[in-house]
């Protein structure tokens, strides 16, 4: 009982220092000039509000919309930090709208993105395309490929006849993935049990296939970090390009790959390779399960704890809708300062279009399968 009176109080003070209040005001023509983390893409105020709740440093942003005339900066959300928490400047500014961070608010993990954006091209990370007879069967079909996250759609009134009524299906990254994974004595780092990876409601569970001790070369299209040869199945599993991985043990890369002839396979000591799983439920637990020993997810923290050890630290993550991984510091670490930390971490993982522009006649939007499960959810209740 003291133990969680403690760890209680940690997380209040925490909660506190991280930002006093839930503000869910929009500031329109107002802009909070500098303390820029990064900026990325964002088709609306909402979805940059959810993008900077998503991101692990941002506090607060500011959104360049559409009628924007200064330059063509339009679509750009720009994250922000500072260490007080709040603003330092606020300034007038036609063609922008501010907010904050919904971190302190009851968060929806995988929020339902519904709106249709008009005259709006959401370019890049295609990764098939065919012709529909509106955006709303572009957008069924997107709904209903496990794969897509967004799409654009080319009207009948498009310019060049020969790409009217063209859908164009668009991935992003949904899976929890660490920027940066690396050996290292003394740490633990694991995922949150609770992971909410949006899927179509397969009832079937998949039958993964793994080759230890071998290596599928070539192809690659993407490598990456993974924790496992579990978790880099998960991400191949995911992406509607790959068509089989190899993950190399001695420094956790995971190498995608796509060739749809032929899979050659050679001997290699340290590699697992794998086909992905499709159409079926994830077993998501053969990965986020699991406790990865001397292991570090460096990178991407929302706070770091005193605990007394690693499975509090991994308990504290599961309970925080915001954690989706994290690394603890045992008394084996070498430096002392660090010692019994629990590092909580995420990234982003809400649809997220590389690039935003204007586009006369075209029609872009998101999938709605998160929309299709919050209804799920609520017709089971």
């Known amino acids: 009982m003291e133990t969680h009176l403690i760890l209680v109080g940690l997380l209040c003070l925490c909660s506190l220092s991280f930002s006093q209040e839930c503000n869910q005001e929009l500031l329109e023509n107002v802009d909070f000039p500098g303390s820029d983390i990064t900026s990325l893409y964002s088709p609306d105020v909402e979805h940059c509000r959810q993008l900077c709740t998503q991101h692990p440093s941002c506090l607060f942003f500011t959104f360049v919309r559409p009628d924007w005339t200064v330059d063509n900066r339009h679509f750009f959300c720009y994250l ?161 390009l ?41 077993d998501v637990q053969s990965w986020a399960a699991v406790t990865y020993d001397g292991v570090d997810f460096s990178g991407s923290d929302i706070r770091d704890e005193m605990m007394d050890d690693a499975d509090t630290c991994q308990r504290t993550c599961t309970a925080d809708p915001k954690c989706l991984f994290y690394t603890y510091v045992n008394d084996k670490f070498i430096s002392a300062e660090y010692r019994r930390r629990c590092y909580l971490k995420r990234i982003i993982t809400i649809p997220a279009p590389p690039k935003i522009t204007k586009l006369n006649n075209a029609v872009s939007g998101f999938s709605q399968r998160s929309c299709l499960s919050m209804s799920y959810i609520l017709s089971t209740v």
């Not at 995608?256 to 439920?281: D, F, H």
Request: proline share 6%.
């Open 242 to 282: 790959c068509t089989y991985f190899s993950f190399i043990s001695n420094d956790f890369t995971c190498f995608l790959k796509n060739n749809m002839n032929q899979m050659v396979t050679k001997v290699s000591e340290g590699v697992t390779s794998g086909i992905p799983a499709r159409y079926c439920q994830l």
């Open 80 to 240: 922000k930090s500072t260490p007080s928490g709040q603003p330092d400047v606020r300034t007038p500014l036609v063609g922008v709208t501010s907010g904050f961070s919904l971190k302190p608010c009851t968060l929806d993990s995988m929020p339902c993105l519904f709106k249709v954006y008009q005259n709006v091209d959401f370019l890049g990370a295609d990764y098939r395309a065919l012709f529909t007879a509106d955006y709303e069967e572009c957008q069924r079909v997107c709904t209903h490929e496990p794969g897509c996250q967004f799409f654009t759609f080319i009207n009948e009134n498009f310019n060049q006849a020969s790409i009217r009524n063209k859908c164009h299906l668009k991935f992003s990254w949904t899976v929890p993935r660490s920027p940066d994974v690396e050996r290292k004595t003394g740490v633990v780092s694991g995922f949150s049990h609770q992971l909410d990876i949006t899927t179509q409601f397969f009832e079937s569970a998949c039958q993964t296939k793994l080759f230890p001790n071998t290596d599928i070369p070539g192809h690659d299209f993407q490598n990456l970090k993974a924790a496992s040869p579990e978790h880099c199945l998960a991400l191949c599993s995911s992406h509607p």
